[in-house]
């Protein structure tokens, strides 16, 4: 795959964003443009674990003593 190919540049084949434990992140877009629901890219993928409070509490309804806990256990490592 070659990032600096000037045919995949011009299709929007490859996005850049910016991912908070590597720096810069090139992925590949999406193969499908489409014009009345075009791809929108917001972050790069997520590393293990950026998720979890969002998880835990917002999906779940854990509360902080019960988040304490299973990190005290290890469970969030």
Same mark, same amino acid.
């Given at each position: ?15 850049? /964003?910016?991912?908070? /434990? ?11 443009? /489409? ?24 999906? /779940? ?17």
């Amino acid at each position: 795959m070659n990032v600096s190919d000037p045919q995949l540049a011009l299709r929007g084949h490859f996005v850049t /964003l910016p991912h908070p /434990l590597g720096g810069d992140c090139v992925f590949e877009a999406t193969r499908h443009q /489409l014009s009345d629901t075009p791809a929108a890219y917001r972050r790069a993928a997520p590393h293990f674990g950026a998720d979890a409070a969002e998880v835990l509490e917002g999906i /779940l309804g854990y509360d902080a003593a019960r988040i304490a806990g299973l990190e005290a256990a290890g469970v969030l490592k």
